[in-house]
């Protein structure tokens, strides 16, 4: 049987991510308010909040070092709670686009925003309806759908230089095989810090087959 973990505390994840060491605050602060408002909606799930420095905070992170440098515009689709998306906002210099169809959910979404100054803005509905202004240079997900379903959600964001950065689990390889049946891709994994079966998916270069319309 493996051993559970110890919660993480901020000052574990700031040893991890150093970088974040600026912002810690903030995270203080968006950590606050979900535990206060987790107590009306549901957010996250009730357990992962005995681990939220890790589980949370940290899943999300892990995510800096995969952004391109010339970052500047993040899609975060499904954003839930602001995992991963929010946390990025918060420890990155790119404008994030949080998206979600919860309208509860998207108000916890503006209030973390505004008591964390993060650059980011809440767009409420589907993405399937979604415009944006100007460029998409990541497309990030996190436990929302299978493979397939995200790339065809972020298709009308896509441009040859966009990438795609999801948090996956052991189903990865089963997603892959299915969605390269309708898209061709550069795919790279790496392994997560917080999930011993888990990886980051990033994508490239992402392209429908020729003759496949969209369903």
Known sequence: MSKIPR??????????????????????????????????????????????????????????SY????????????SGAGFPGLVLAILGPAMVHLVDSDTRKCAFLREAIRLT????????????????????????????????????????FLRPTTICLFLKGRSVQDELTESRKTWNMTANQYPSLTDASGVILSLERISRHHGIADC
């Open 7 to 64: 919660p993480m505390s901020p000052e574990e994840f700031l040893r991890t991510i150093p970088d974040a060491g600026p912002n810690l605050n903030r995270l203080r602060t968006y950590a606050d308010l979900l535990v206060k408002w987790q107590k009306r909606i549901n957010l996250v799930g009730a357990s992962t909040l005995d681990d939220l420095w890790r589980r949370h905070m940290l899943d999300s992170a892990q995510l800096l």
């Open 67 to 78: 952004l391109p440098p010339t970052t500047q515009a993040i899609l975060d689709i499904g």
């Open 117 to 156: 100054g993060a650059k980011a803005t809440v767009h409420h509905g589907r993405i399937e309806t979604l415009g944006l202004p100007g460029p998409i240079d990541v497309v990030t997900a996190r436990a929302l759908a299978p493979l397939s379903i995200l790339l065809q959600y972020g298709q009308p």
